[in-house]
């Protein structure tokens, strides 16, 4: 893949993913920024974008956090220089920027977290620090300059008084100049430091894998909810106890079987995970269509070669199991059986979904009733 700098996914995956940095020299060749400062800006402004104004020294402390919603004049108030916004989930709001994530299918779906947009003058940068995910950092727009290397950890030295992960004593292993076009993966932990040298905007595709203590408590919430967690454990063949203030072993067996059986069953597993990893990150841009379709409406729109798409706030994922699939969109689960399990894997496979082989599963009144509720949720629409 041109995209990896020669480098097929398998290669990069073995060789590169979770383990070492990697530049790519014009990975995107003759590209410009989907956004301009001032796009970002105005984005900055609005309720319901999570932005962010870091700025290197604000009356005398150091790298001090402002969150947004801005207001216009904000951006009046700034330095001419050592400043860096920020805009989490572009791609939720910006078509163009979502596209580039069809480069990145190598990945699963369910390990995407965004598309972070930074927009900085000369100087600006967020300070030497380390992610707990993998990044590939997209220079967009200008020139930035980044030194980067090292493992750095929870005990790494950061600096006081900031609200950011500062790191204090870290000089980086490596440092390289990106102009638009060239990109930088960076597995989790690596220490890196991005100045920019002139106006420039760079794009940071990341994938975020849960915690221990995610799916501990995630998964352990949705054995609670389901219906027999309400029943109370019995103890028949109870026995008169030479101490009343002893836990018998027979007691711990119980529980140890007990929670075995509960956490050992892998339907529910992923049926959880499929829901959990598909939850939308922005529930604001995943929202019911203005006018909502019937089935008929929309096999004619999709019979007659309309594109549909994913919203770009929506996550699709999908699991096969034996006898059936679970297709997974925006937190909801979907069982498909029989001829209608292909479907899912069609509709995770990319946000453009195949006009052509979607047409041959619109005389399925279930599975038109399917395409139509996730039309109206939001999920999908016509481009």
Request: negative net charge.
């Amino acid at each position: 893949m041109d995209m990896l700098g020669g480098l097929t996914a398998s290669e990069f995956l073995r060789d590169y993913w979770q383990k070492k940095p990697l530049v790519i020299r014009q990975a995107f060749p003759g590209l410009t920024s989907p956004v301009s400062p001032e796009e970002l800006a105005g984005l900055a402004c609005e309720e319901g974008v999570e932005s962010r104004i870091v700025l290197e020294n604000d009356n005398g402390k150091p790298w001090q956090l402002h969150n947004g919603p801005f207001t216009p004049e904000r951006f009046s108030q700034l330095p001419e220089q050592d400043w860096t916004l920020l805009v989490q989930g572009l791609d939720h709001w910006v078509p163009e920027v979502a596209d580039l994530l069809e480069h990145f299918r190598f990945v699963p779906n369910w390990r995407l977290d965004d598309i972070m947009a930074s927009y900085a003058p000369k100087g600006g940068s967020v300070g030497p620090h380390y992610d707990q995910y993998d990044v590939f950092l997209l220079q967009a727009q200008g020139e930035r300059r980044w030194t980067f290397g090292g493992h750095c950890d929870q005990a790494s030295p950061r600096v006081e008084g900031t609200p950011l992960r500062i790191l204090s004593s870290w000089d980086g292993e490596e440092t390289v100049t990106l102009a638009p076009g060239d990109m930088l993966y960076l597995p989790p932990g690596v220490g890196h430091h991005g100045v920019a040298v002139d106006d420039c905007i760079t794009l940071s595709i990341g994938f975020r894998a849960p915690t221990v203590d995610d799916v501990l408590t995630g998964f352990t919430d949705f054995l609670c909810s389901q219906a027999d967690a309400s029943e109370h454990l019995g103890d028949p063949d109870l026995q008169v106890q030479d101490n009343p203030g002893t836990i018998q072993p027979a007691v711990i067996d119980t529980l140890d079987d007990l929670l075995r059986e509960k956490l050992g069953d892998r339907r529910k597993l992923s049926l959880w995970f499929g829901q959990y990893a598909t939850a939308p990150k922005s529930m604001d841009i995943v929202v019911p269509a203005e006018e909502p379709a019937s089935p008929n409406e929309l096999a004619t729109a999709i019979q007659a070669g309309e594109q549909l798409r994913w919203n770009e706030g929506s996550r699709f994922a999908y699991y096969d199991f034996d006898d059936d699939t679970a297709l997974f969109v925006d937190g909801e689960q979907y069982l498909l059986k029989g001829d209608a399990r292909p479907m899912a894997p069609l509709l995770c496979a990319g946000a453009y979904i195949d006009a052509d082989r979607l047409a041959q599963f619109t005389d399925d009144e279930a599975l038109l009733g399917l395409l139509c509720t996730l039309y109206n949720q939001g999920s999908v629409y016509f481009e």
